[in-house]
Every structure is written in structure tokens, then in C-alpha cells.
């Protein structure tokens, strides 16, 4: 069980009776993240512009937790951002513009938060 602390407008998570955060479990769980996000950044693309169904903003988040994750854990990592890791995964300068381009368009009314 785990409770949820606002600090300085971070949200932050903390386990309950002092423990650590099981950095074994962390890492699966990132693998498996990252091993899922090109499919998610080829839905986006390969989205309806009119009528999207697969959300650029949440993906974009997803990139830059996994990231800072990673980080925490002192993974070194071959990609520093969204980009960056969007270029790593394989796809091209422009399939990043226009995925880009689909973040700034929803990130207008996601209602979610934004990283």
C-alpha cells in the first residue's frame, strides 16, 4: 500500500511503514513499458486526424516517466527525450514532426496532466 503526498505541485508517492520501492519490480515494469511504446507512437500516427482515437499526449508522457524512471534508477540511456527516443526507436524526422504535431493539437483539451 502506498500513499500520495502534493508537493509543491509534485505529486509524490510514498510506501507505507518507511519502505523502498522495489527496484526489480521497477525495472520490469519500465521493460515492458517500452518494449509496448513504438506500437502505441505507430497507432498515434496511423491515427484519424478528425477523429482520434489514440492519444499523442499520453504517449508523450509515458516516454518522458519511463525516461525519468530509468534515470532515477541510473540506467544510461541512449535517447534523453521524446524525441530523441522516437528517432532511437527507428522512426524518421518526419514521423516525429507529425507526432509532435498531434500532441500539440490534443494537448489543447487533454485533460489530463501533462509531463
Given at each position: 500500500m502506498g500513499f500520495v503526498?502534493?508537493?509543491e505541485n509534485e505529486v509524490k508517492v510514498g510506501i507505507t511503514g518507511g519502505g523502498e520501492i522495489d527496484r526489480e519490480k521497477l525495472h520490469f515494469l519500465l521493460i515492458?513499458?517500452?518494449c509496448s511504446l513504438p506500437?502505441?507512437?505507430d497507432e498515434v500516427?496511423?491515427?484519424s486526424a478528425e477523429d482520434p482515437h489514440h492519444s499523442a499526449v499520453h504517449v508523450s508522457n509515458l516516454?518522458?516517466?519511463c525516461i525519468e524512471m530509468w534515470t532515477q534508477l541510473g540506467k544510461e540511456l541512449?535517447?534523453?527525450d521524446v524525441k530523441s527516443f522516437?528517432?532511437?526507436q527507428g522512426f524518421s524526422e518526419k514521423e516525429y514532426e507529425a507526432f509532435e504535431e498531434s500532441r500539440r493539437k490534443e494537448s489543447v483539451?487533454?485533460?489530463g496532466r501533462q509531463y
Amino acid at each position: 500500500m502506498g500513499f500520495v503526498v502534493e508537493v509543491e505541485n509534485e505529486v509524490k508517492v510514498g510506501i507505507t511503514g518507511g519502505g523502498e520501492i522495489d527496484r526489480e519490480k521497477l525495472h520490469f515494469l519500465l521493460i515492458d513499458v517500452v518494449c509496448s511504446l513504438p506500437s502505441e507512437i505507430d497507432e498515434v500516427l496511423n491515427d484519424s486526424a478528425e477523429d482520434p482515437h489514440h492519444s499523442a499526449v499520453h504517449v508523450s508522457n509515458l516516454i518522458k516517466c519511463c525516461i525519468e524512471m530509468w534515470t532515477q534508477l541510473g540506467k544510461e540511456l541512449p535517447y534523453y527525450d521524446v524525441k530523441s527516443f522516437i528517432l532511437f526507436q527507428g522512426f524518421s524526422e518526419k514521423e516525429y514532426e507529425a507526432f509532435e504535431e498531434s500532441r500539440r493539437k490534443e494537448s489543447v483539451y487533454y485533460g489530463g496532466r501533462q509531463y
